[in-house]
Structures are given as structure tokens and as C-alpha cells.
């Protein structure tokens, strides 16, 4: 008998920002930009970063409380319209076990003088590593950080320092 098992979710987050969007698409494409928001644990290390972000382009980011477990994420573009839509797969790793396989689809259109932002995701949860809840959930802190910085970002702009 098999101890292996599937389940599988889809869940959608819709946010506003108050930046147009190339600023957000820019957050996401730019490997300096992602840097300093991408994750969704404020207080985790991060142990290693790659951005190659173009269609067949690769991403690896691995993150973990220090000396504890190792969270890596895999990713692979599928297709990217500058300023519209990013599409991409990405699988998850605790230490060297993969706990599931994502397609993710972020939209971008314009909202006012700011971005109405769209990130779907389609999810297999491998081995029952992780609930469907806790995923949707630490997606929606890093998006929570992702407005963080554009805010600040954009703070910066107004008001530079001389």
C-alpha cells in the first residue's frame, strides 16, 4: 500500500497598488527588487538567490529560520508580457523533499494612477507536506511585503535624501 497521496487547490489573491503597473511588474523582474521583498517571513535567512527572468528563464531562492529547515523554491518562466502577465511554474522543497508543484499566473492592468494585480495559483500538495490554508496564507504575506516595499519605494522617489 502506497503512502504517497495528492491534493490539489487553486486560490486567487487580488491586490491594488498605488504604483503603475510597470513598477509592479518591475518588482517582480528585477532581481535587486524581488530581493528585498519576496518571502513571507520577515525574520527567516535567506541562503541563496538566482533571478534569470526571461521566457525559459530560471529562479531558485532558498530561505529558512537560521539553522533550522531549508525552504527552496524551484521556478521555471513560461511566458512573460512586460507589464500585463507573468506566467510560471515553481516546485517547493523542505530540506531535499519536495512538498508540491505550483502554476502561477500574475495579471497586471491599470487601476487609477496605480495596478490592479491578479495572482492565481494551481497547486499538487505532494504527501500531505503542507496544507493548501498555509500556502495561500504565506502567498498573501509576501504580497503584503511586496506593497510594503513599492510604498517605500515610492516614498523614497518623492523624498530623496541629499
Excluded at 505550483?102 to 503542507?130: C, H, W
Amino acid at each position: 500500500m502506497s503512502t504517497h497521496s495528492t491534493r490539489h487547490a487553486t486560490f486567487t489573491i487580488e491586490r491594488t497598488y498605488e504604483v503603475p503597473p510597470a513598477r509592479v511588474f518591475a518588482a517582480w523582474a528585477s532581481k535587486e527588487a524581488k530581493q528585498k521583498w519576496f518571502g513571507c517571513v520577515p525574520d527567516w535567512v535567506m541562503t541563496g538567490y538566482e533571478l534569470d527572468f526571461r521566457e525559459g528563464g530560471r529562479e531558485r531562492h532558498q530561505i529558512g529560520p537560521a539553522g533550522g529547515t531549508v525552504h527552496a523554491y524551484h521556478a521555471l518562466y513560461h511566458d512573460i508580457v512586460p507589464n500585463e502577465r507573468i506566467v510560471f511554474s515553481y516546485d517547493m522543497h523542505l530540506d531535499a523533499t519536495r512538498i508540491s508543484v505550483s502554476l502561477t499566473t500574475i495579471e497586471f492592468a491599470p487601476a487609477g494612477k496605480g495596478t490592479r494585480m491578479v495572482y492565481t495559483e494551481q497547486n499538487v500538495y505532494l504527501d500531505g507536506a503542507q496544507d493548501p490554508a498555509d500556502r495561500e496564507a504565506g502567498t498573501a504575506m509576501g504580497l503584503d511585503s511586496l506593497a510594503r516595499e513599492l510604498q517605500r519605494s515610492a516614498l523614497a522617489e518623492q523624498h530623496p535624501i541629499q
